[in-house]
């Protein structure tokens, strides 16, 4: 689905930029552009960072 309309970001991207190592909204919001103009986005941005960041835990905790 579509998070940041402005910019065109989708779930899916914001998932994979905290794949690639975005671990805090202002990484995300400087990696990908969201939520960086009229931030309607923010809260599900919000939401799909701390959903990644719950899911890769497991990952990083293995390593
Ligand atoms: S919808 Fe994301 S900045 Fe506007």
């Known amino acids: 689905m579509y998070v940041c309309l402005c910019h065109g970001i989708r779930d899916r991207d914001l998932r994979d930029a ?23 986005c923010e809260p599900t941005a919000r939401e799909v960072l701390e959903e990644a960041l719950a899911s890769r835990a497991p990952a990083v905790q293995a390593a």
């Open 18 to 40: 905290v794949t690639r190592g975005c671990d805090s909204f202002e990484a995300l919001q400087a990696h990908t552009g969201v939520s960086t103009c009229c931030r309607t």
